[in-house]
C-alpha cells in the first residue's frame, strides 16, 4: 500500500467539491477508504482546510464532515522542531516548507499529492497532482 501526503488544496478540492479538481481528490480518498492508499496531512492542513470551508459549510456540519474525514485520514503534528527546520530551510515559502519537513516524519510516504508542484520543487519526496497520482502512480 503507498502512502502519500496530501496538500491542503486537495483538502479543500475534496470537501469543497470544488470542480473539476474534486474529481480526482475524490478518487484517491476512494483509494483510501478500500485501503489501497495510506494519506496522511499535517495538522497545519486540516486546521487551514476548516478556516477556508467555513464560510461555505455550516460549522456544525464541517465539523462532523472533518472529523468522519478522520478514518481515512493521519493528521501529522506540527511541532517546534518542524518550524525551526521550515524557518532555515532554503524553500521559498515558509507554509510549504512546514508541509514538506512534516511529510518528512514518515519514512513510507512515496508523494506529496498538491496541484502546486512548483511550490514542493525542493522537496526531497516527490511531489505529483492528483491526476498524475491516479493515472500513473497508483
Same mark, same amino acid.
Given at each position: 500500500?503507498?502512502?502519500?501526503?496530501?496538500?491542503?488544496?486537495?483538502?479543500?478540492?475534496?470537501?469543497?467539491?470544488?470542480k473539476p479538481h474534486s474529481n480526482f481528490a475524490e478518487k484517491i480518498f476512494e483509494l483510501a477508504n478500500d485501503n489501497k492508499v495510506k494519506?496522511?496531512? &499535517?495538522?497545519?492542513?486540516?486546521?487551514?482546510?476548516?478556516?477556508i470551508l467555513k464560510k461555505y459549510i455550516s460549522e456544525k456540519e464541517l465539523r462532523t464532515i472533518l472529523f468522519?474525514?478522520?478514518?481515512?485520514?493521519?493528521?501529522?503534528?506540527?511541532?517546534?522542531?518542524?518550524?525551526?527546520k521550515g524557518l532555515k530551510s532554503s524553500i521559498k515559502d515558509f507554509e510549504d516548507s512546514i508541509q514538506i519537513f512534516?511529510?518528512?516524519?514518515?519514512?513510507?510516504? &512515496?508523494?506529496?499529492?498538491t496541484r502546486n508542484i512548483k511550490d514542493f520543487k525542493n522537496s526531497k519526496i516527490?511531489?505529483?497532482?492528483?491526476?498524475?497520482f491516479i493515472n500513473n502512480l497508483v
Open positions: 500500500m503507498k502512502s502519500i501526503f496530501i496538500d491542503t488544496n486537495i483538502l479543500i478540492d475534496f470537501l469543497g467539491d470544488r494519506i496522511f496531512t &499535517s495538522s497545519h492542513s486540516f486546521a487551514t482546510t476548516h478556516y468522519e474525514l478522520l478514518d481515512l485520514i493521519t493528521i501529522l503534528p506540527i511541532d517546534v522542531e518542524i518550524i525551526k512534516s511529510a518528512l516524519t514518515i519514512n513510507q510516504i &512515496s508523494f506529496i499529492v516527490q511531489a505529483v497532482t492528483p491526476d498524475d
